[in-house]
């Protein structure tokens, strides 16, 4: 049995990951087959007649390369599912091109490609060339906003909407007039007659089609001609339909019988219009839904003032590297992150962590970029540039999510891929069972145009990607950071939240309450070889007394070998013996009896606070306490969360005395003590039980438990491995965070399944209704026109109700 791993940038959604599993299971003689998104890449154990090149060849074919180039385009003009599918059909029909990525919501596309035989402005000018104008990303730079990107397209969607209702409206009168007002039908003939109100429309209708609905038929036919037909080709089908007949009827009458003589030039027109006006309203609704990542790219200033050997000078960002010294003046917004060099004040970082007090900064003190200086003028180094920095990262986070597939995608997915030869199908049925019936070739063909038209898997494939779109665009506004889409069905479906105690549910900042002398050394002896063999250590409870032996002036006395005891405290020599600190375990490897003061400690462990203990060789002789106060939105964090329906849990090494205390204050379900820190994963398991779990933390012994659970949410103000191992980041510090990216998750599955419901259900209704199946119970078949307008609404209701999301978890 062999090993291999492989490195798979196009990796970007839990559904990607499955897929390369698959993959790579599908090939004879492999044995696992695990991919790691976060990683990028995927590790197999094999054996023959599996080689590694076989497995290569097999991500190949899945569309997941094993390596190659990368490249990230922006792309403009794209505004429904048919948009994406174009431009990835262009890019991978290109050789060398192993996968193409397009993510309608950051209208951007990834690529992986052989960098032998291609560069990255192939690719952006092959895009350009398919219709979509194209360009690379800076990766030293956020994306550009997306908003202003579809607030373009949405202003050409309108021009051309507009020209498609000019030229239209003289059609629609020549050809409805007659049906719809008594007399007109006499006044064309007697006036320009029949022939010549043809020829009028015939010229008009010609020009719809070729000027603002030449969209449709330019990525339409060669879709369907390629054998991969979608939501262009259906439009492009029943218009050209209409009009070619038309044009027949008009230019050479006489190849028809003349009860079949008749124009549909109104209805090629008016489909075209009706349904530009949905492809505009959709962009301008999908503008507003991606206006989240437009304002946190504008918070970043475009320029900054850099101190340099000639003097002061005014640079864009992009020139900027970590070193250069920036000047900041009152009221002044950050442009990167850096280190203040010079001055003091205050700087409001609500956009970050949500907190509307101003935080005081010093000489020493990190800034991020975005967030905005006070009344003082500061001096600072950049540290981080592009990419590199908070504000980056963090759009780089709702981008990724904004990208991702959920589960629940994967049903439609699966209709969407045979959806439009489905529709095709069931038009030419639809011909054909009204010629069988006698209906006429008049109403067949009105009525296979129509099931052509009504049609709209447009719908089903918004359904999904722009409540993903708005809902974490709205997360971004609300400091919830979903760093992967599928995080939010998850985190739907939890039914226990656990939560690490001190920094999430506490300050993480305990105090020294009590000091009692179990012996013969005074207070001072006692915190003076406390601070000693604390000053060594890292860990919270130390700080504190630390803090103490500082405010009281004690110095501290000389230790030497300080070892920390993993779960239970620390071991270190002093000048009277062998000195140990820490819980009941540690005295208990100590040989130390605290049995005689086991109900002094009990008490105090009541009360919510920290017993420690101190022992000289095996003789104990201080028993302190220490608390950490309980943050004052913890009470309404989990009174939220038991609203919600969910169960509360807590997973702490502390006793479980002290632990049980914080628990009854808080109102908190289950607890889980005397947890050591390499067995919080296994306390997560244990709660797992129960159903979906998600876990909060906060500090590197809880990256292990947020990886695990099903759900990981770490406090934004923790430490960076807790960030990286969770898919969800709190930005604030506020543990109410929590019951708000529940109910936002909840929001937007609501919010897809509406839509889902939406989509099936108008096309499961309408399609019939279009075929004429009512007929024979008194129904009438649907005009090309009402299907038109009909489908055109369909997206247009998916995008509005999406957007009913940037008021939800308020």
């Known amino acids: 049995m062999t090993n291999t791993s492989f490195t798979i940038d196009a990796m970007h959604c839990g559904a990607c990951t499955g897929r390369v599993e698959r993959a790579l299971l599908a090939e004879p003689g492999v044995i696992t087959a695990a991919a790691n998104l976060m990683a990028r890449s995927a590790s197999v154990e094999f054996e023959a007649p599996a080689t590694p090149a076989s497995l290569r060849a097999a991500l190949e074919k899945a569309g997941y390369p094993a390596s190659g180039g990368t490249a990230r385009l922006e792309v403009e003009g794209m505004t429904c599912a048919s948009c994406t599918g174009r431009v990835e059909r262009a890019l991978t029909a290109l050789p060398g091109v192993t996968s193409a990525s397009v993510n309608l919501a950051t209208q951007s596309a990834q690529v992986s490609f052989d960098e032998a035989t291609l560069t990255p402005e192939d690719l952006a000018r092959t895009v350009t060339e398919a219709g979509y104008p194209a360009r690379i990303a800076d990766r030293s730079a956020p994306t550009a906003p997306a908003a202003e990107r579809q607030a373009a397209e949405a202003r050409k969607l309108k021009h051309q909407f507009l020209l498609s209702l000019v030229l239209t409206f003289p059609v629609f009168v020549l050809a409805m007039g007659a049906h719809m007002i008594p007399g007109v039908h006499h006044l064309i003939a007697s006036s320009i007659g029949e022939r010549a109100s043809w020829w009028i429309q015939f010229i008009l209708t010609a020009a719809v089609l070729a000027f603002p609905g030449r969209m449709f038929l330019r990525i339409g036919i060669p879709a369907l001609l390629r054998g991969a037909p979608e939501m262009n080709s259906l439009v492009a089908m029943g218009s050209l339909a209409a009009f070619l007949y038309s044009a027949l009827v008009t230019l050479a009458p006489g190849l028809l019988p003349e009860s079949a003589r008749a124009v549909y030039f109104e209805a090629a027109a008016t489909i075209v219009t009706l349904i530009l006006l949905g492809r505009w309203l959709e962009a301008r609704a999908k503008g507003r839904a991606g206006e989240a990542i437009s304002r946190l790219i504008g918070l970043q ?50 956009m970050l962590t949500g907190e509307p007090l101003p935080v005081s900064k010093s000489e020493g003190d990190k800034i991020t970029g975005g967030t905005v200086n006070g009344e003082s003028a500061l001096s600072y180094r950049v540290t981080a540039t592009g990419a590199d920095t908070v504000l980056a990262r963090i759009i780089a986070m709702v981008e990724e999510a904004q990208g991702a597939k959920l589960p629940v995608q994967a049903l439609v997915d699966k209709v969407t891929r045979v959806f439009v030869p489905v529709v095709m199908a069931l038009s030419l049925l639809t011909f054909a069972i009204w010629m069988v019936a006698g209906m006429g070739f008049t109403q067949a063909f009105v009525a296979a145009i129509s099931v052509m038209i009504i049609a709209c898997p447009c719908a089903m494939g918004l359904a999904t990607p722009v409540s993903i779109l708005v809902g974490t665009g709205r997360g971004a506004e609300l400091g919830l950071l979903f760093r992967r889409g599928d995080a939010l069905q998850r985190l739907s479906e939890v039914t226990l939240v656990g939560f690490d105690k001190t920094g999430t549910l506490t300050e993480g900042r305990p105090a020294l309450t009590d000091l009692e002398p179990l012996a013969e050394l005074s207070e001072g002896d006692i915190l003076a070889l406390a601070a000693g063999a604390e000053s060594r250590s890292e860990h919270p409870l130390a700080r504190a007394i630390l803090a103490e032996a500082e405010a009281r002036g004690i110095p501290h006395a000389p230790v030497k ?250």
């Open 561 to 810: 070998r300080v070892k920390a005891l993993s779960g239970k405290g620390l071991r270190a020599q002093a000048e009277a013996g062998k000195l140990w600190i820490g819980n009941a375990a540690a005295m208990a490897e100590a040989e130390a009896d605290i049995a005689p003061f086991a109900e002094r400690a009990a008490a105090l462990a009541a009360k919510g606070r920290t017993p420690v203990w101190m022992a000289l060789e095996d003789r104990p002789v201080a028993l302190m306490a220490l608390s950490d106060p309980i943050k004052a939105e913890a009470r309404e964090a989990i009174a939220a969360l038991h609203k919600a329906g969910v169960q509360v849990a807590m997973v702490t090494g502390d006793t479980r005395a002290t632990a049980q205390a914080v628990a009854n204050a808080l109102g908190i379900d289950r607890v889980e003590a005397e947890v050591l820190p390499e067995g919080k994963r296994d306390a997560v398991e244990s709660l797992r039980a129960t159903g979906a779990v998600a876990f909060v933390g906060d500090g590197i012994n809880d990256a292990p438990a947020l990886a695990t659970a099903d759900v990981g949410l770490a406090i934004g103000t923790g430490t960076d491995v807790a960030i990286e191992a969770a898919e969800v980041v709190l930005m604030r510090g506020d543990p109410t965070g929590v019951a708000k990216a529940l109910d936002l998750s909840r929001a937007v599955m609501r919010n897809i399944k509406q839509n889902l419901f939406w989509a099936f259900a108008y096309n499961v209704a309408l399609i019939p209704v279009a075929m004429g199946i009512l007929v024979p119970f008194g129904g009438t078949g649907l005009s090309p026109m009402l299907a038109a307008g009909a489908m055109a609404f369909s997206s247009v209701f998916v995008v509005s109700n999406a957007l009913r999301l940037r008021r939800a978890a308020r």
């Open 301 to 350: 200033p475009k320029t900054a003032r850099v101190q340099t050997e000639a003097g002061i000078e005014e640079r864009p960002i992009a020139e900027l590297a970590p070193g250069d010294v920036l000047l900041l003046a009152p009221g002044e917004r950050v442009a990167l992150d850096g280190v203040i060099t010079e001055g003091a004040g205050h700087v409001d970082e609500s």
